[in-house]
């Protein structure tokens, strides 16, 4: 499967001409606002709705291309033994730290010191758009990768 001219168009425009527009328009801009709590929620809500935006984009010329989404890693895992040791060394060590985290004096102390300096408002509003930047983010990054077009 090799890429299309529409591929190429959306690596140029998505991968190259968009982060450097936005990063010279950004850094022109960046020492006049003030960033209060108000403005980095917009920010934040705006760089999803970006992301969504690409991912759409993303997403519809894959469909279009009748690629399989396969290979852009929307697929069940494989079962067997390596992925099962996988995840259950993943969980005991998740859960050996969040006992640490939650059983350490210390630890705990740090915790809660972090989180009463954090606005726990501005946590719970930033929480949505967080996880789906990191998804949208990979998913738009993974699928402008070469290795989609060449296995």
Known sequence: MLPTYIDHILVLLLGLALPFFS???GSEKLGQIYFDERIRRR???SNSL????????VMGIWYWNKRPFELMGFRAPEP???AALLAGVLVILYTADVMYSVLSPQELAKTQEQWESAHSEEV??????????RILDQMVTHSMEGKCFLR
């Open 50 to 57: 970006v992301l969504w935006f690409m991912a759409a984009v």
């Open 23 to 25: 990063g010279i328009r």
């Open 124 to 133: 719970i509003h930033l929480a949505g758009p967080e996880s789906s930047n």
């Open 80 to 82: 067997g033994l390596a």
């Open 43 to 45: 920010f934040f809500i």
